[in-house]
């Protein structure tokens, strides 16, 4: 039963991506490939993509509200006497 299901995965999986055609070293070498980029693509994705979303917030900030830094933070202080 597991052995069929495995089989049936892999049937799917090399017709998907026609992968059935290829000789076993032809196979070897998509998949291998395929791998290596995927994973730059994670590396890429788990290392730069929350500096790139803080700058995205930072950026929308300016957009929104025409100054930079932290607004959320000045909209819940309290005025000093200064400012009174």
Known sequence: MVKDYLWRQRVKFEST???SMLE???KILCLIIFSLLTMLVMIGLF???PQHVM???RRAIYY???QEGDVFRSW???PGLKEL
Do not use: I, R, S
């Open 55 to 57: 700058d995205m917030q």
């Open 24 to 26: 076993p070293w032809e």
């Open 76 to 78: 819940v202080e309290t």
């Open 47 to 49: 290392q730069y993509l």
């Open 17 to 19: 991506l026609a992968l």
């Open 64 to 66: 929104l509200w025409g």
